[in-house]
């Protein structure tokens, strides 16, 4: 096995030197020079980073460089992972979600489905498949799915989960023994707000404890940057807190709690008070450009904006929210064209229709009830009627 023909072939026989093995001859024992006694153990794959968690996604086929941000966003607002010393650690939301999808519907969360569809997506951009072929073949293949899961009890579920996550929280079944009735057995439940561990012998034994591994357990031994709550309360009123989504600041401010959430960019332990009191005056109007029209600014779901009529614009990366100028405003919305205003078609049950201009073309709006444009208008290139609208959007209703 150690000897390759291509190389040794091409050397003289006297060229002992350059020859990967010595001269050798058949039956001839083989002394080992060295035995080193050294004992290795099998290291778990490294945590993902943001970078290698990039290069992985680009390796499979997943998303593309303009979601890449959003994809990770996703994962620590939704709060399904932590970032600790730069690793993505799996949040307990994490691991049950993980644990259901790959149970219930296997097939949607394999690599291969969304590289797939990355490549379908991408021919729809091309004008190679119609988007509605790509729904119906979507929606005929997943609403079996969601038959097959439709009858699944709370308690089905639940055993699932326990079957699944036991071996990461209990390393026996003595570990399993309730420490309160010491008879009652452990196991993961399903509550209101999430999994949690329970022991069998409830509603006697109300013994119950949060998910915690060895790696949530050590947390606040990793310094103070990788704590999951620094939420503090400000001099003027002003607090610091963590939701859901996200830190966010909090005032009470004539009668009513007003909120703001912090941007992707900013550190919660750096906010500052006059940070704080900056975040909590947001939304704010920077002032009015040359026609005489207001401009804002503003923290949306979506990051930082900024708002010229009903305009928006995402703010750029290089700038701070905190410390846009009018000018610079008026800067980044120069070559920003400004949204068509709604074009009211009419009154209808005391409500106006309108025809506005959205990201995928015309549609119409009657309160909630929102429809499409048919594409025989533009080619017609008018606008529908009142009676027309109606039959549009009582359609859309049905």
Partial sequence: KAYQEDFD???????????????????????????????????????????????KMEELGIGRPSTYASII?????????TLQNRKFIPEDRGVIVTIFLNNYFKNYVEYSFTADLENKLDEISAGKMKWKDLLNYFWDNFSINLKDVEPLTKLEVSSKLDEELGKHFFKSEEDRVCPDCKGGRLGVKLGKFGAFIACSNYPECKYTKQFSTEETENMDDLGDDNKKDVSKTFGNGISLKKGPYGYYVEKEVDGKLKRTGLTRKMVPEEITEDMATKLIELPKDLGFDEDGVMISAGIGRFGPFLKKKSTFKSLPATDNI???????????????KPKAEPIVIGKHKKKDITLNEGRYGPYLKHGKVMASLPKNFKTENRNPTLQEAIEILEKKGK
């Fill in 9 to 55: 072939d091409k050397d003289d026989d006297k060229d002992d030197e350059n020859r990967l093995l010595p001269l050798m001859n058949v039956g001839e024992d083989v002394n080992p020079a060295e035995i080193k006694p050294n004992q290795h153990f099998t290291e778990p794959p490294p945590r993902y980073s943001e970078a290698s968690l990039v290069k």
């Fill in 73 to 81: 966003s996703v994962l620590q607002d939704r709060q399904y992972v």
């Fill in 322 to 336: 905190l410390e846009i100028t009018l000018e610079r405003a008026k800067a980044i919305l120069k070559d920003v």
